[in-house]
């Protein structure tokens, strides 16, 4: 994944990409965004693969300070700089310098400024499908507070047992499955797509009237005749699988789509994840 990265440095707002540091055994420290030349990372943070932070954003139509809530990668960063003896906070920097070393930095990397106050900046940085939302406090002189989410950092995969698969069929005449994998660019079957296919299996015997159209779809990643063709293949994988237990090749028609029908926007990984699924559809609905 293209990640932008950030470099605060004082006065001068320089900005350039930098390696990821070695985080401290207590807290992962985030490897894009960097906190203000000389800082300390205080050990107490915390990192989790997915969380949620409610951030400090303005109001497009009225500038007042509003809050808007994000869900991914989460880190809780705290940062302070010392004095020369190393026992008090530095009083030489302005918090104003502070926040607009931050500032500075996260527009010359194409970020945009969602909320600034005194001590407190909000912005949100692009990326290759994920964007990376940050809030600055910076008090007590020289304590910055980051609390940092990769928005995109945390993508469900949906399944569904055979009376789910049921009642969606029945509803809606189809049914979107997310755990049925396949090797990158090949009709190979993961083995973790095992649980989910047995399922399909169970659905087909239990309703024995049942007849499906087993629908392949990708990404739009690639040229259309080769997600089409490769989607082809997926689907008829599938169809092979289901008859080896059983299931009579007469009730299952396998299709593929390709790129042709997204349920999401292919401009970032989550949505193109989405994209890439097989659907059960009931013939004759």
Not at 71 to 81: A, H, M, S, V
Not at 155 to 164: A, D, H, N, Q
Not at 204 to 222: I, S
Request: glycine content about 8%.
């Amino acid at each position: 994944m293209k990640r932008h990265g950030l470099l605060f440095v004082m006065c001068a707002f320089a900005v350039s990409l930098i390696q990821p540091t070695i985080a401290l055994a207590e807290v992962q420290e985030h490897p894009l965004i960097r906190p203000f030349p000389g800082s300390t990372l205080n050990p107490q943070g915390e990192y989790m693969d997915f969380s949620e932070y409610t951030f400090r954003v303005a109001d497009p139509a009225t500038g007042k300070m509003t809050k808007q809530t994000v869900q991914g990668r989460f880190w809780k960063l705290t940062y302070g700089l010392k004095d020369e003896s190393g026992r008090s906070a530095d009083k030489t920097h302005s918090v104003l310098e502070y926040r607009e070393n931050y500032k500075q930095a996260a527009l010359e990397q194409g970020g945009e400024i969602l909320f600034e106050d005194g001590g407190y900046l909000t912005f949100r940085l692009p990326g290759d499908g994920v964007r990376t939302w940050c809030e600055v406090h910076i008090w007590n002189y020289s304590q910055q507070d980051l609390r940092i989410i990769e928005e995109a950092g945390f993508e469900k995969s949906l399944t569904f047992g055979p009376s789910e698969m049921k009642a969606a069929l029945d509803a809606d005449g189809r049914v979107a499955l997310y755990g049925i994998l396949f090797d990158l660019d090949k009709a190979t079957l993961q083995p973790e797509s095992n649980e989910q296919l047995q399922d399909v299996v169970t659905l087909l015997r239990e309703n024995p009237a049942l007849g499906l159209e087993v629908q392949g779809h990708t990404d739009d990643q690639g040229a259309d005749d080769y997600n089409m063709a490769l989607s082809q293949r997926r689907a008829e994988t599938v169809v092979s699988y289901l008859e080896l237990f059983g299931i009579d090749s007469s009730r299952l028609t396998p299709k593929g789509y390709g790129e042709s029908s997204p349920v999401a926007p292919n401009t970032t990984e989550e949505g193109r994840a989405k994209n890439r699924r097989v659907e059960l559809a009931k013939l004759g609905a």
